[in-house]
């Protein structure tokens, strides 16, 4: 008797522990470039069987880790059923081609689509501060492979806005910046919309009264707005990715 109620404890505990690790976060290894790399997934248990659900990849911050943003994401990606990819940048410190993308990018989302419900229309970027400023250029780069693009602190550099002449479509872009945001001035971000804008990009800008910027203790609502914005976009035809020469 004794020896069936264990079995049965063990049962439920084991039952319960598959559940509770549907909604981990997990840290996989792809393999790009020949390269071992590191990103944090996160799929919701709470996806429909059979549906296909869009796919958000999140580029962190300086000296963070793709898990520091889809830990910020995971609780609206469960109620939206979304799923969350933080790819590490190859130096922690900051991105950059084409060790960082767009290659890697889309060897990262072509091996989700292999292994996950992923509808390929709705494969979105999120970026904050080093990661928005990436964020922005992939966007430019691979501008009919991901649907739109929502950021928080940051904006275009100078060379940056060279690339606005390689996007093949006028993917749409979100910007949140605060207007005490000490790394990307208002005046930084507003050049960057006008340059977007002159060049036929639907760009929403918006500008945070007070704010700085630090994005996590406010980050639910900064998800929630860039959610509210790239949800309602997806490609009209299948995804086409570009390919580039980088010894040129």
């Not at 980050?219 to 959610?227: G, M, R, S």
Request: proline residues 4%.
């Amino acid at each position: 008797m004794r020896l069936h109620t264990l079995l049965v404890a063990l049962l439920i505990f084991f039952s319960c522990s598959t559940i509770v690790a549907k909604d981990d976060i997990t840290k996989e290894l792809i393999t790009s470039n020949g390269k071992a790399r590191a990103y944090y997934l996160y799929v919701p248990s709470t996806l429909k069987s059979g549906s296909l659900a869009p796919l958000i990849v999140m580029l962190h911050g300086s000296n963070r880790t793709g898990v520091n943003l889809v830990e910020k994401w995971k609780d609206l990606a469960k109620k939206e059923g979304i799923v969350l990819a933080g790819p590490d940048a190859t130096d922690l410190r900051g991105w950059g081609s084409p060790q960082d993308g767009p290659d890697f990018l889309h060897d990262l989302v072509e091996e989700l689509k292999s292994k996950q419900p992923v509808n390929p229309k709705r494969v979105y970027l999120f970026g904050h501060s080093a990661g928005a400023t990436f964020a922005l250029e992939m966007a430019l780069m691979e501008s009919q492979y991901f649907a739109a693009t929502a950021i928080h602190a940051g904006a275009l550099t100078r060379d940056g806005k060279e690339l606005i002449d390689l996007a093949k479509r006028k993917i749409p872009i979100s910007i949140q910046v605060g207007d005490a945001d000490e790394y990307v001035p208002l005046k930084v971000a507003r050049d960057t919309r006008d340059a977007l804008k002159t060049a036929g990009f639907t760009v929403e800008l918006i500008e945070i009264a007070g704010h700085d910027h630090w994005y996590y203790d406010q980050a639910p609502k900064f998800n929630n707005t860039a959610w509210e914005f790239l949800k309602k976009v997806e490609l009209e035809v299948e995804p086409k990715y570009q390919k580039y020469n980088w010894n040129e």
